[in-house]
């Protein structure tokens, strides 16, 4: 039993069937990849582990509890975080402004716009703001604008603010898309570290197969909503199935 447990989900948009019995078993502690060419229903997937989408059939269980219906709060409550495709940081604040907002949001339940103001009086939380920052490196750019990173940075920060919640499990929709080779690398480097070093299980969805054999444990391939084949990074390396289903794009 992994501690997520995906059981036959089917999920339609209207005459699209998008995900269809989907099985997916995670182990604690492992990388689990999903991969699989554009349209084949990863994000789908990773918005039905969040609660996000609900799907038409099936379950999915974190811990043994369903994670059907639940609101952010309580998908971050359980010990589940998620970057997320398009990056999802605020561009006119600073780095450290950001990395302070799910700081104050845990500590205080709830995140409102007008309390904003009074986190700069909460020292513990800029404080564990900044211990975060100087743990992923990103110290010394603490003042500058969110939007003035590159997007290597965007995507620390972003996964910084997601550790800063304690999660069991990390999603990861694509860390990697749009990245100079350089940036990707770094990427790899802070996964493989977060990996080692913490108690924590990751699921990515990525496209660049560098990433994917320099990560994963297990690596589920999805076509057309359908699971194709799951299996360790070398037995999935030249499958004839995986072959398959990426003729056409480059993988
Ligand atoms: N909210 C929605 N309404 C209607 N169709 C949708 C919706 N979300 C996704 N789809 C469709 O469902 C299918 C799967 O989409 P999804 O975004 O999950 O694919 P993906 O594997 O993440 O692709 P990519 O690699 O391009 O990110 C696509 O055909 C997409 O157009
Ligand atoms: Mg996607």
Redesign the pocket.
């Known amino acids: 039993m992994g501690i997520l447990e995906v059981k036959d989900v089917g999920?339609r948009?209207?005459g699209?069937q998008?995900?269809g019995d989907v099985n997916l078993s995670v182990q604690e502690n492992s990388c689990h990849a999903i991969i699989?060419?554009?349209?084949?229903?990863?994000?789908?997937?990773?918005?039905c582990l969040i609660g996000k989408?609900i799907p038409d059939t099936g379950s999915v269980l974190f811990d043994g509890q369903s994670v059907l219906g639940r609101t952010p709060y309580e998908i971050c409550q359980m010990g589940i975080s998620r970057v997320f495709?398009t990056p999802e940081i605020f561009g006119d604040l600073s780095v450290l402004e950001n990395m302070m907002i799910p700081i104050f949001a845990k500590r205080d339940g709830a995140f409102e716009l007008n309390a904003f103001s009074s986190v700069f009086a909460q020292r513990d939380v800029l404080e564990q703001a900044e211990h975060m920052l100087a743990e992923m490196n990103l110290a010394d750019k603490r003042h500058m604008h969110a939007a003035a990173m590159s997007r290597g940075d965007k995507r620390r920060l972003e996964i910084a603010m997601c550790l800063s919640q304690n999660p069991r499990l990390l999603l990861l929709?694509?860390p990697t898309?749009g990245m100079a080779r350089a940036d990707t690398n770094n990427t790899i480097d802070l996964l493989k570290q977060i990996k080692d070093e913490r108690d924590i299980t990751i699921a990515i969805?990525e496209?660049d197969m560098h990433v994917v054999f320099s990560l994963a444990d297990r690596i589920t391939v999805?076509a057309q909503?359908r699971p194709l084949v799951e299996d360790t990074p070398d037995k999935i390396k030249g499958h004839p199935k995986v072959r398959e289903a990426y003729l056409g794009e480059s993988a």
Not at 36 to 46: D, E, F, H, V, Y
């Open positions: 999920k948009f209207g699209l998008a995900l699989g060419p554009n349209g084949a229903g990863k994000s789908t997937l990773l918005n989408l495709q929709d694509e898309a969805i496209h999805l909503g």
